[in-house]
């Protein structure tokens, strides 16, 4: 059995309009030294594989396939027994 | 001629375009349900707004893998025509039969009011009753609207003349104030406005009609006498 977690955040040359109003609240309740935020998805797997390096590439088939949306989000994933 | 209306779990809009096309053209139309294996019967495919899947993880996102959407792939490469209104445009982006994304408004406003677009190109089968540079009040809801591609994908949109609708006031800060684009072919169209709920003036504009006229028109002009009933 393995663990995963994956990481989704809108890339980085894509404005994250989520982003920017929570670090505007931050702002506005005097938290001046937030000087960027961007929100992302956080998503747990557990794999019924204890083969790491095919675990690997089977995660990143699944972020590509629908995890992730690459024309507009990044993805990383970590992985642990 | 005869149009498929797709129901996908959480579609909304469903109603709106079956009876946009019967009350606007009196052609036959079906609703179909997102497991459907065949699309052959029809020739206009229209993928309707709404939330489909509950716009889990990213809107569009789970229905691209609806069987449904094999079908309309296949009708794509086959010519039919295929219209994605507002959930119906962020599936077909998701399925990569039109390229981009539609990311969050940029003002994190859900936007629900009419907008003025720009019929850009009234070329294709979907807008040959407009007249080039026209425009038209169609109304816009949606949270999710913000059209996004890479600027190579832009410069080709443009050069193929892929870009079909703008704003005029862009509502939601889409790339180049696009509204909706099409396919390389021409024959699959998505957009985030509305053209279903502006049929009639009671409904405030009937300037969405000529989408659904020019379908009509285009496919009988493509089908001869042969096909008119």
Redesign the interface.
């Known amino acids: 059995m393995l663990k995963a977690t994956v990481y989704v955040t809108?890339k980085k040359?894509?404005?994250?309009?989520?982003g920017v109003?929570v670090q505007g609240a931050l702002h506005s309740v005097g938290f001046q030294e937030v000087e960027s935020l961007r929100i992302g998805?956080y998503i747990e797997l557990t794999l019924d594989t204890n083969d790491r390096e095919e675990a690997g590439k089977r995660l990143k088939a699944m972020c590509e396939k629908?995890?992730a949306?690459t024309?507009?989000e990044d993805y990383r994933y970590e992985l642990e027994a | 001629m005869k149009f498929a209306v797709l129901v996908f779990p959480g579609s909304n809009c469903d109603i709106d375009c079956y009876k946009a096309v019967q009350e606007t053209l009196g052609e036959p139309v079906d609703y179909v349900w997102h497991t459907a294996t065949d699309l052959s019967d029809y020739d206009c495919i229209i993928v309707p707004g709404g939330f489909s899947y509950g716009d889990y993880l990213r809107c569009g996102a789970i229905s691209q893998f609806a069987p449904v959407m094999n079908e309309v792939a296949k009708a794509a490469e086959q010519g039919k025509y295929v219209l994605g209104i507002c959930n119906g445009f962020q599936i077909l982006t998701e399925a990569g039969l039109l390229p981009g994304a539609l990311r969050r408004n940029e003002s994190i406003k859900f936007r629900c009011h009419d907008t003025t677009l720009k019929v850009v190109n009234y070329k294709t089968p979907f807008t040959k009753d407009y007249a080039e540079g026209e425009e038209i009040v169609i109304p816009i809801a949606h949270g999710e609207g913000n059209y996004y591609c890479d600027e190579e994908t832009l410069a080709s949109l443009k050069a193929n003349n892929q870009i079909v609708f703008t704003y005029t006031d862009n509502p939601n800060g889409s790339v180049a104030d696009i509204a909706g684009i099409s396919n390389e072919r021409g024959n699959v169209v998505g957009m985030m406005p509305h053209p279903e709920r502006a049929v009639n003036t009671l409904l405030g504009s009937e300037d969405g009609k000529r989408m659904f006229s020019s379908i009509l028109k285009t496919w009988r002009d493509t089908h001869g006498t042969a096909s008119v009933r």
Not at chain 1, 13 to 18: G, H, K, N
């Open positions: 809108i040359s894509v404005l994250d309009p989520q109003a998805k629908l995890l949306n024309v507009i």
